[in-house]
T-cell receptor, first 115, second 111 residues
Framework: GAVVSQHPSWVICKSGTSVKIECRSLDFQATTMFWYRQFPKQSLMLMATSNEGSKATYEQGVEKDKFLINHASLTLSTLTVTSAHPEDSSFYIC???????????FGQGTRLTVV | GESVGLHLPTLSVQEGDNSIINCAYSNSASDYFIWYKQESGKGPQFIIDIRSNMDKRQGQRVTVLLNKTVKHLSLQIAATQPGDSAVYFCAENTGGFKTIFGAGTRLFVKA
């Protein structure tokens, strides 16, 4: 299957700082990229959907000013967690798709710990 | 809102036995379903998918069954191995692009 690379794999930051997570599709062009958040022993919750060159569409309850998403090219999307707080500590996972109604390919996830 | 859910949160099977993981979905408009496997600390890994115009699809050691009448999906793993131990999620596509995940089932394989 296609490869999606996420960086960093883990990050620890102080409260109030911002953290950027990168998601790259290595061998395909991801028309659409998705960002999920996963708390321990829970499922993946979709945060937002982004299409290259346009603004992201956020799911209900997700603060767009806190979770900034940029999809600058067909192979790169970034998620910036601004003014991070301990409750933002979670596992963040991105995925990419080439076409509608096909499988999404997932990155390896980023473990964010805010102290 | 509509969601995809699972009947069993955990499943324990003996190595070599067959495993069956079930999933119920509520969005009757969904027409594409996927099973993912997630190991600890990693992203989900695609296992198998099925479209709504099919009721069965087979892969290597895995079979997905779709019953649209009762909105039910199942994943069958033949000759379960220790390496199959993980959390399994069913997911559905809504609106063609978004992939919505169910609650997940943790599979334990006893040696």
């Amino acid at each position: 299957g296609a490869v999606v690379s996420q960086h960093p794999s883990w990050v620890i930051c102080k409260s109030g700082t911002s953290v950027k997570i990168e998601c790259r599709s290595l061998d395909f062009q991801a028309t659409t990229m998705f960002w999920y958040r996963q708390f321990p022993k829970q499922s993946l919750m979709l945060m937002a959907t982004s299409n290259e060159g346009s603004k992201a569409t956020y799911e209900q309850g997700v603060e767009k000013d806190k979770f900034l998403i940029n999809h600058a090219s067909l192979t790169l999307s970034t998620l910036t967690v601004t003014s991070a707080h301990p409750e933002d500590s979670s596992f963040y996972i991105c995925s990419g798709k080439q076409q509608r109604n096909t499988e999404a390919f997932f990155g390896q996830g980023t473990r964010l710990t805010v102290v | 809102g509509e969601s995809v859910g699972l009947h069993l949160p955990t499943l324990s099977v003996q190595e070599g036995d067959n495993s069956i993981i079930n999933c119920a979905y509520s969005n009757s408009a969904s027409d594409y379903f996927i099973w993912y496997k997630q190991e600890s600390g990693k992203g989900p890994q695609f296992i198998i998918d099925i479209r709504s115009n099919m009721d069965k699809r087979q892969g290597q050691r895995v079979t997905v069954l779709l019953n649209k009448t009762v909105k039910h999906l199942s994943l069958q793993i033949a000759a379960t191995q220790p390496g199959d131990s993980a959390v399994y999620f069913c997911a559905e596509n809504t609106g063609g692009f978004k992939t919505i995940f169910g609650a997940g089932t943790r599979l334990f394989v006893k040696a």
